[in-house]
């Protein structure tokens, strides 16, 4: 009875899990569609794009450079990933456009905000 019963919980935790997975797949497919990029910056697909939730936002951070050695900055360009929590998003201070930042706003379901990084 445990076994059947430990198992009957991995199902449900393994469902949980693909329908947070198809969430933020469609979430992100969703702001990438409305997302029109500074006309300095570069072709969506050129960046690695992180997203996280804050709220009654969600940021992403889209970055040229990728650094395999530090996992804020791994993901190949082209790619992109859903941060578990905002605090753990790509920072960066300079850059100008290699770096766009953006937030979606979950209430009105809309970007308000695609900017380029200053430059130092």
């Known amino acids: ?25 469609s979430t992100m497919n969703l702001i990438e569609q409305q997302v029109r990029l500074p006309e300095e910056a570069a072709p969506l697909n050129q960046y690695a794009r992180y997203y996280a939730t804050d709220a009654d936002y969600i ?5 040229k450079t990728v650094d395999s050695a530090d996992p804020n900055f791994d993901l190949p360009v082209g790619q992109r990933r859903w941060v578990a929590d905002h605090l753990n998003l790509p920072a960066v201070l300079d850059g ?22 200053g430059d130092a």
């Open 96 to 117: 100008g456009c290699s770096v766009v930042n953006v937030r979606y706003n979950r209430i009105t379901l809309k970007v308000d905000i695609p900017v380029c990084n």
């Open 59 to 63: 940021y992403a951070v889209y970055i």
């Open 1 to 25: 009875m445990k076994v059947v019963f430990a198992i009957l919980i991995a199902v449900v935790l393994a469902a949980c899990s693909e329908k947070k997975s198809v969430s933020y797949e």
